[in-house]
């Protein structure tokens, strides 16, 4: 096995408990390029709207795009000359560029591609840290005070940031304007009485936004999971709760209407 990748030249990792080996190099590596960049433009990261499936392979065929930022150098007249990509589609998409400049840490995290690190731990890491920096400069035990993140999880942002060739890309995103909000960090909170439950939000509560619902389990220590298994403690349904409330009878998983999940957590603030 090489010590390093043969197409970009990051370190071969291979995380305790995997029998995989893999390429460090996640942003650079042009074996993994089209990937990590849909990833970094998608929805759910910095939400470049019209940069898909097609657009990415011809940017990066074309070599004009190698590594996210250069996404940040892409002009109106270049975009113009790829195939299906008019005057006004390549504006649009040079104003979806600019409008995500503007992001924040947990979309931008995120966004880098980091393996094991989804949505929700990028969220918790973005509300611990409170900047890149600090994350950057993170040591494994302070990021196991991290809710949810575990050895291999850590590790992962280890390895990921001790890449100079990654260090380089984000330095670069950066000084093309790339931002967000910045804050001092939270101390990790005391375990709460619903410490290790898992919840599964499922319809629409009378009067609690999902994300208000994520916060009230989340602030007596329980999670929040995306699919209701044998694992799941409670099942949080509102209006048109469909399938997941069905899959929860069929396991005897405890329903709970927003009343019950007031109670229950209201209970819970009270033992700690």
Known sequence: ?????????????????????????????????????????????????????????????????????????????????LDRMGDKSAQNLVAAIDRSRTTTLERFIYALGIRNVGEATARDLA?????????????????????????????????????????????????KGVHWPQHAGMPRQPAGALAGKTFVLTGTLPTMSREAARELVESAGGKVGSSVSKKTDYVVAGTDPGSKHDRALELGVTILDEASLLALTHAAAKQR
Not at 9 to 21: K, T
Not at 128 to 151: T, W, Y
């Open 1 to 81: 096995m090489p010590a390093h990748c043969p197409v970009c030249g990051s370190r071969v990792v291979r995380l305790p408990e995997e029998s995989v080996a893999r390429c460090g190099g996640g942003l650079v590596c042009a074996a993994q390029r089209k990937q990590a960049i849909l990833h970094f433009a998608s929805r759910r990261a910095m939400d470049i709207e019209g940069l898909g499936d097609r657009l990415v392979d011809q940017l990066v065929d074309r070599d004009l795009v190698k590594t996210p930022a250069d996404i940040y150098r892409l002009d109106a007249a270049t975009l113009a000359e």
């Open 127 to 175: 509300r611990q840290f409170g900047s890149l920096d600090r994350l950057i400069e993170s040591g494994e035990g302070a990021l196991l005070e991290v809710k949810d993140v575990g050895p291999v999880v850590a590790l992962s942002i280890r390895q990921f940031f001790s890449e100079r060739h990654n260090l380089d890309v984000v330095g670069q995103l950066r000084s």
